[in-house]
């Protein structure tokens, strides 16, 4: 573990490789005073707070749940050339290579001036709607429920009271009928 802080098994003593191996972690954060459970505690705590974490940006997966599967379009969705009619393979090239860079950084650009005040807003607009739909939509159902909670008895007992048996009936009366095609 070049340029790392070295740990023995000893609790009080702790071992430092000053040699640069310039694999590009910072040695100012070094602190020689401290302990090995120090240092452990610490790496531990950090973890800890760094897996808690929901804002840390998911760099690989940015699109975990497939929303926008529909939005992987690539030049050749876009534009095709039959065998009949064919441009020179220059022209296709260049085409293809200018499709790919415009698509890019257009929407480089467009993220980089419209994603943050996008974000703001969306994330805004789902704090209202979570905010009327926790503190209005849920108390205004859950009163209905509880104030209409006989309506609920009545309803079941006029269904099992008059709906089943008639529906049970019919049925009866119709099972009894089978029907056979016959080709003439």
């Known amino acids: 573990m070049t ?9 009080s003593e702790t071992e430092i490789d000053l040699s640069d191996a310039g694999d590009g972690e ?16 610490e790496e531990e705590e950090e973890d800890l707070i760094s897996t ?9 997966e940015r699109d975990p749940k497939q929303i926008n599967e529909c939005l992987q379009v690539t030049f050749q969705d876009v534009i095709a050339e039959p065998a009949s009619v064919r441009s020179g393979d220059r022209v296709w090239i260049w085409s293809h290579a200018l499709f790919e860079v415009s698509r890019v950084w257009c929407y480089r650009i467009i993220t980089a001036l419209l994603a943050v005040p ?25 009163v209905v429920l509880i104030n209409t909670g006989w309506l609920q008895t009545l309803w079941s007992s006029v269904l099992d009271f008059f709906i089943l048996p008639f529906c049970q009936s019919v049925a009866k009366c119709c099972g009894g009928i089978s029907v056979r095609f016959t080709q003439e």
């Not at 340029?3 to 609790?11: F, I, K, W």
């Not at 996008?118 to 859950?142: E, K, N, R, Y």
């Open 52 to 60: 808690q974490s929901d804002t840390r940006p998911l760099i690989n």
């Open 118 to 142: 996008v974000s703001l807003i969306a994330g805004v607009l789902f704090a209202i709607l979570s905010f009327i739909h926790i503190w209005f939509l849920s108390p205004c159902v859950q």
């Open 26 to 41: 910072d040695d100012g954060e070094q602190q020689p005073w401290k302990t090995q459970l120090e240092t452990v505690l």
């Open 3 to 11: 340029g790392t802080m070295m740990r023995s098994m000893d609790q």
